[in-house]
């Protein structure tokens, strides 16, 4: 992993969103990049993010404003640049709901974008940031997303004797992320009301230092077209409720539209291209070439029988209202 990273020029569009500070900390502090560029369209987010890795103290950075609606602008970032990893979208449900065109500009042809300036440029390996959500999508932003899933990998059959590879890593929700439920249920502490949406509702859950070393590690084995899923735990909402605010009414207001009970991150009818690791699995892509890398690269995986789901309420894994607080202490 580290002879990979060490001596590249990467690139992280939506660079200062959570997921890019924390991916952007971890590569400074336990890497050492040729270059680092720091890509997003808000002037204050990259003002803020560089009072924390100033040029002068982190010389290796570059701060690029850019939007991955933008082609030339993308063609002109990914100049020498070896690793992409494309974290930049519009991820809020409900906004994407109500304006769904800008979605669809952003995580689809977005993707577009960073797939043909990648393939032009000659950037060597890009990783596409997923969600659960793309899996079985019931709301736009979850449907975006596995379009976007789907150009990514389907990217390395557009590759030809291009050198560059691309897969995506799909999770779960990040803890303490911006726009998350841990920052909202500690407001509405303050008020005496937790409202909940359904007391039956479970999620996958990972931290931002545990998504950031997926995509490094994920970025070390990759081989193009794999769409990787780590194996973590989920956790219930009461539970959740219970860790941050105890002695709050609890107000149940019923699930929302776009909004799942539980959440999947490998579909049934995925099943049958899905390998499992010690950590994670790969869903496998379709094209006739993957069979034989597969048998290469992933010798001590092991099929997943058919019907089987990887689903937050059928998890083997689970959190505990101790292991919960013990997480948001460190937030």
């Known amino acids: 992993m580290e002879n990979f990273i060490n001596g590249k020029e990467i690139l992280i569009t939506g660079g200062t969103?959570?997921?890019?500070?924390?991916?952007?900390?971890?590569?400074?502090?336990?890497?050492?990049?040729?270059r680092l560029v720091i890509f997003s369209r808000d002037e204050l987010k990259q003002y803020e993010m560089s009072s924390v890795f100033p040029v002068e103290k982190y010389p290796v950075i570059r701060y690029f404003i850019g939007d991955v609606r933008d082609r030339?602008?993308?063609?002109?970032?990914?100049?020498?640049?070896?690793?992409v990893v494309h974290a930049a979208a519009l991820k809020q449900v409900p906004t994407a709901e109500y304006n769904p065109i800008e979605a669809i500009n952003t995580n689809i042809n977005g993707a577009i974008n960073v797939i043909d300036a990648a393939l032009d440029k000659g950037v060597e390996r890009v990783m596409a940031l997923s969600t659960d959500k793309a899996a079985n999508p019931i709301n736009l932003y979850g449907a975006t997303k596995l379009c976007s899933d789907k150009l990514f990998v389907a990217a390395n059959a557009y590759a030809g004797n291009y050198k560059t590879r691309f897969a995506v890593v799909r999770y779960g929700n990040v803890v303490g992320s911006r726009g998350s439920v841990i920052p909202f249920f500690l407001k509405m502490k303050e008020s005496g009301v937790i409202p909940i949406t359904d007391k039956r509702m479970t999620r996958f859950w990972i931290?931002?230092?545990?998504?950031?070393?997926?995509?490094?590690?994920s970025l070390n084995v990759m081989q193009g077209g794999e769409i990787f899923v780590p194996k973590i735990p989920s956790m219930n909402i009461m539970d959740l409720a219970l860790a941050i605010a105890p002695d709050c009414e609890f107000k149940f207001i019923g699930i929302r539209p776009g909004e799942k009970l539980h959440e999947v991150m490998v579909p049934e009818d995925d099943a049958r291209k899905t390998l499992e690791m010690?950590?994670?699995?790969i869903i496998q892509p379709d094209h006739y070439f993957w069979s034989l890398k597969s048998k290469n690269n992933y010798v001590n995986a092991k099929i997943c029988e058919d019907g089987f789901k990887y689903s937050s309420d059928s998890n083997n894994c689970w959190l505990n209202i101790d292991s919960l607080r013990k997480i948001i202490n460190k937030i």
């Open 207 to 217: 931290t931002l230092e545990q998504g950031v070393k997926f995509v490094i590690n």
């Open 72 to 83: 030339n602008r993308l063609y002109r970032a990914f100049d020498n640049i070896d690793v």
């Open 17 to 34: 969103g959570s997921f890019g500070k924390k991916f952007t900390k971890i590569v400074l502090e336990e890497y050492k990049p040729k």
């Open 278 to 281: 010690d950590d994670y699995y």
